[in-house]
């Protein structure tokens, strides 16, 4: 046998390996990448997202999970996923408690008496009848609450004056929500009465309160808890200022019953090569009750509808299967997400890439990924396409799915985060001004074009992203 030299030999072993590494990596195929493009310029002269949000918004409604308006969002879903062409549309069930609101008041009784306006928080305990009235002690901070003295709390009504203020990416409800969900609870194990915050929103000048879930599970332990609007929160902070004892009474009419069984509404575009791997992308179909959830979350079960309704219009079939996902009840503790995880756990490897879009109607400006290394190169040619409609990429950080679909990244899924512009989200989540006016149809269409290109892209990938049992478990992402 004839030796090769040194060198040329280990020339020769430099090459396999390169060729070795270059069949690991996952890459997007020209044609693919091609076509994206041609979708995404398609998606943003398209008007099928404003016309399904504005569809669910008239024909539905607000649509609180548990509620009469629950099961016609569900029914609503079935039929414009099936008007939509999708190839297959099924429901799976989503069991979670049942809360109710009825009625809520509350005014100022001494020193100066007067109303307020507030809206009562998910999971919320009821007052006795006729309500309930006890003085206020005001906190500035969730960690000046942590810190008080159980006995200056017992017994009386907690209130958390906390601003939130506007942020693009919206990073300052990380506080606002700490506050609403951990609030009531430290307040509850330390004896309050009741619990108040300053609304979690930006609109200070707007007296309409926000609101939203607590941290409660379970009528057991659970006090009345709810939130100030922004003026009001003033107002009240104002008087606490004149160093007088303010009392309060609370008449809230809220409260569990029972359990409730809902369901995801799950469409698919079938594909033609591996129909039993995906792409997973979706919104949360359930809202909170003043506003008509237009941008919580309609617009996000419209951008995902919308994405893949023009793929499904495509001369043929994409590789791999789309699946849009119109989760149940995120807003009182992601419990479709959390079921559709449950369930699909054990095939987390079939998922390409997934992402749930929750923040609104604004324009996408950010894009980050939780992948595998090998995978990144493909992630780079994603970006490249979506570049051209103002989406920058930040290789630094990790995607963490979404909300619903941050449980599938738990489990393994590889991920994007798609961060729209939130600036002006917070005026109006969670309140009864989140409703249709507030959504712009060309950056609605903006949302659809990236989701529409990621998406194929990532159906018609050579490789895989990494979605592993596991494999993301020290990402650091948070949504």
């Given at each position: 046998m004839r030796r090769l030299p040194l060198t040329l030999l280990a020339a020769s072993l430099m090459l396999a390996i390169g060729s070795a590494n270059a069949a690991t990596q996952t890459t997007v195929p020209a044609a693919a990448v091609k076509t994206a493009e041609q979708l995404r310029d398609k998606a943003m002269n398209d008007n099928t997202a404003y016309e399904i949000v504005s569809s669910v918004t008239t024909e539905v409604g607000p649509r609180l999970a548990g509620s009469p308006a629950d099961a016609r969002g569900r029914e609503w879903a079935i039929a414009k996923f099936k008007a939509l062409g999708f190839d297959k549309v099924y429901t799976e069930e989503v069991?979670?408690?049942?809360?109710?609101?009825?009625?809520?008041?509350?005014?100022?009784?001494?020193?100066?008496?007067?109303?307020?306006?507030?809206?009562?928080?998910?999971?919320?305990?009821?007052?006795?009848?006729?309500?309930?009235?006890?003085?206020?002690?005001?906190?500035?901070?969730?960690?000046?609450?942590?810190?008080?003295?159980?006995?200056?709390?017992?017994?009386?009504?907690?209130?958390?004056?906390?601003?939130?203020t506007r942020q693009k990416d919206g990073h300052d409800y990380g506080m606002g929500s700490a506050v609403r969900v951990g609030g009531p609870v430290i307040a509850a194990k330390m004896g309050a009465a009741a619990f108040l915050l300053r609304s979690a929103g930006t609109d200070a000048n707007s007296r309409t309160p926000h609101t939203g879930v607590t941290g409660f599970t379970g009528p057991d332990g659970a006090i009345p808890a709810a939130a100030l609007s922004n003026p009001d929160a003033d107002q009240l902070s104002r008087i606490v200022g004149y160093g007088k004892p303010v009392s309060i009474k609370l008449d809230l009419d809220v409260g569990f019953n029972g359990t409730y069984k809902g369901a995801n509404v799950i469409g698919e575009v079938t594909g033609k090569t591996h129909p039993d791997q995906g792409v997973a992308i979706g919104g949360h179909l359930d809202s909170w009750d003043p506003g008509t959830g237009a941008i919580d979350d309609g617009a996000g079960v419209a951008i995902a509808m919308a994405a893949g309704k023009l793929i499904h219009d495509m001369p043929q079939r994409p590789d791999r299967t789309i699946r849009v996902i119109a989760f149940a009840n995120e807003e009182m503790g992601l419990w479709g997400g959390k079921a559709y995880a449950e369930k699909h756990a054990k095939e987390v490897s079939k998922f390409q890439l997934g992402t749930e879009s929750d923040f609104g109607a604004g324009k996408v400006w950010l894009m980050t990924a939780s992948v595998?290394?090998?995978?990144?190169?493909?992630?780079?040619?994603?970006?490249?396409?979506?570049?051209?409609?103002?989406?920058?990429?930040?290789?630094?950080?990790?995607?963490?799915?979404?909300?619903?679909?941050?449980?599938?990244?738990?489990?393994?899924?590889?991920?994007?985060?798609?961060?729209?512009?939130?600036?002006?989200?917070?005026?109006?989540?969670?309140?009864?001004?989140d409703t249709l006016d507030k959504i712009d149809p060309k950056e609605l269409a903006q949302n659809v074009a990236v989701y529409a290109a990621f998406s194929y892209m990532a159906a018609q990938a050579d490789g895989d992203f990494g979605s592993a049992p596991g494999a993301f478990a020290n990402d650091g992402a948070e949504e």
């Open positions: 069991s979670y408690p049942l809360w109710e609101r009825r009625s809520e008041h509350a005014e100022i009784v001494a020193p100066f008496p007067q109303p307020l306006d507030l809206i009562a928080l998910g999971y919320s305990a009821g007052t006795p009848k006729g309500g309930l009235t006890a003085e206020v002690v005001k906190f500035d901070s969730l960690d000046a609450l942590k810190s008080a003295d159980p006995t200056k709390v017992k017994g009386k009504i907690v209130y958390v004056d906390a601003r939130m595998k290394p090998e995978a990144r190169g493909a992630i780079d040619q994603i970006a490249k396409v979506l570049a051209p409609i103002g989406v920058a990429y930040d290789a630094s950080k990790p995607g963490g799915g979404g909300s619903d679909l941050s449980q599938m990244h738990g489990k393994g899924m590889a991920a994007l985060t798609l961060v729209q512009d939130g600036t002006n989200y917070f005026d109006y989540h969670h309140t009864a001004n």
